[in-house]
């Protein structure tokens, strides 16, 4: 492929011209944009298909601070007075999670395995991983 051009031009460059503000801009050719587009869609689908289905990224290493570890045990304690008393089996995953307040969050979550249809809390957040097809 071969290098892009990048342009820098003036607002009356443009066309249609802009009038009565003065500003710069940087611009391509769309022929070479129309490229970089083709170019960064095979590199996306290359990306994607280099993770199997059901696997995601993440960090290689997560620091867990001593509220990450009490989230932990609220999900996977089974709440004596003593404290959270005898563990219980827990599910770790990698995905969205809708907060209280309705946004949504990506990264490693961990719900009760006993109960996994009462939600779970986020243990560590990062950013959402391409997938096939531009998808996030």
Same mark, same amino acid.
């Given at each position: ?12 460059? @443009? /066309? ?10 940087d611009?391509?050719?769309? /022929? ?7 170019k960064?869609? #095979? @590199?996306? $689908?290359?990306?994607?298909s #280099? ?12 620091? @867990? ?37 309705? /946004?949504?969050?990506?990264? @490693?979550?961990? /719900?009760?395995?006993?109960?996994? $249809? $009462? ?5 560590? $957040?990062?950013a ?6 531009? #998808?996030?």
């Open positions: 492929m071969k290098e892009v051009k990048i342009y820098t031009i003036v607002s009356d460059q @443009l /066309s249609p011209p802009i009038t009565g503000e003065s500003f710069c801009t611009m391509v050719r769309h /022929s070479d944009y129309a490229e970089l587009e083709d960064y869609a #095979a @590199l996306a $689908e290359v990306r994607a #280099a993770i199997p289905d059901g696997y995601v990224l993440v960090p290689q290493q997560i620091f @867990l601070e001593p509220s990450d570890i009490e989230l932990i045990c609220s999900q996977c304690g089974d709440g004596h007075e003593s404290g959270y008393g005898d563990f219980t089996d827990g599910l770790l995953w990698v995905g969205n999670i809708q907060r209280d307040d309705g /946004s949504i969050v990506h990264g @490693l979550h961990i /719900s009760s395995a006993d109960y996994t $249809e $009462e939600g779970g809390v986020t243990v560590c $957040e990062f959402a991983q391409p997938r096939k097809g531009g #998808a996030v």
